[in-house]
């Protein structure tokens, strides 16, 4: 009976994470959406950008917290966290087509996007 318990809460868990990745995918496009619309000199040209750059810019942060603790977020490490988020914004360029952005509008870009990702409710790690 306790392998049955065990086996259930970890597909249980599984899917949770699932989900998790799930949920801060489709925050990362909505909050890269609005980033872009408010944002002049960023541009993204249609909605398979915007996917593929929310998914890239969760990977790179993803990838940045595990080798480095650091979190890419304006407000997740103060001004290194400011300093990360612009330096993905930026980068990210060189990963999707249909994503531009400029030095200046990532700085401005990684102002409005810590503001929104502050208010937009959820787990912001993974």
């Known amino acids: ?21 799930v949920g801060r995918l489709i925050a990362a496009a909505v909050i890269l959406a609005i980033t872009a619309f408010f944002t002049p000199g960023f541009q993204i040209n249609n909605i398979w950008s915007l996917a593929v750059a929310a ?23 103060g001004f290194v966290g400011f300093v990360l988020s612009v330096v993905v914004l930026y980068v990210t360029q ?6 531009s952005i400029s030095w200046m509008a ?3 870009g ?9 208010f937009i409710p959820g787990e912001q790690q993974m």
């Open 1 to 21: 009976m306790s392998e049955n318990n065990q086996t259930n809460t970890q597909t249980s868990n599984g899917t949770s994470t699932v989900w998790q990745i």
């Open 94 to 99: 060189y990963f999707v087509a249909g994503y």
């Open 55 to 77: 998914v890239v810019l969760t990977v790179l942060d993803y990838l940045i917290v595990k080798f480095t603790g650091l979190h890419a977020s304006p407000f997740g490490k």
């Open 106 to 108: 990532a700085i401005i």
């Open 110 to 118: 990684a102002l409005i996007y810590g503001v929104i990702d502050y």
